[in-house]
C-alpha cells in the first residue's frame, strides 16, 4: 500500500518517517516544488519519492498534513484526484497568527465538505508534533491515537496503519464526535496519553 503525503512540515515528516519504519512506500509533495524535497527524500531512503500534490493523490492512501489555511485552496484544485479516495485529515484549525477561532464545525466536518466524494478520517491532531516523532511504545504501553470518521471501511484500513506504526488507537465515532472532543480547545485536544495492557 502506497501512501500520499500532501505537506511536508513538522506532523508529514514525522509521519513519513514512521511509515517508512513501518515497510510503506511513501510520496511527498508541498507547496514549494520537487526540487525542496529532495534533501528530506534522501534523508528517509529508498521507500521515499517526491512528487507533486497530484502525484501525492495517486498513492493508496492520503495524509493531508498542510496548514489550515491552505486547505481550502488545496482541495479545490484536487478534487477530481481525490474522489473515492481515503484521506487522514490531520489538521487544526490555526491562524496564521497561532490563534484558533472558535468554528461552528468540527474540522474534519468541514474538510469532508471540501471534498465530499472522499473517505476522511481524522487522526494525530488531538497530539503535539513532538509526540508523534517520538517513540510510540512508552514502556510495555503504547501512546494513543484517537481517529473518528463516516466510513467503517475506512477507519478499518486506517486504524490498521496507525496500528502498524505502533500507536494505540482508539475509534471516536463520526466525524461530528470525534471533532467535537479532539479538535483544538476541547476535551481530548493536546493530550499524550499512553494505554497500558491490563
Known sequence: MKMGIIGAGQIGKALAKKLIKAGYPVILSNSRGMESLQPLV?????LATAGTNE?????????????????PDVLNKLKKQLKGKIVIDVSNNFTKD???PKLEKPT???VAELIP?????KAFNHLFGKWIEAEPIVGNGKRVSFISGDYVSAKEIVGKIITELGFKVIDLGNLEQGGRITDVGNALSGLNLVSYPN
Open 117 to 121: 466524494d472522499t473517505k476522511i478520517v
Open 98 to 100: 497561532g490563534d484558533s
Open 42 to 46: 534522501e534523508e528517509l531512503g529508498t
Open 108 to 110: 474534519g466536518v468541514i
Open 55 to 71: 502525484d501525492a493523490c495517486n498513492a493508496d492512501v492520503i495524509i493531508l498534513a498542510v496548514m489550515w489555511w491552505h486547505i
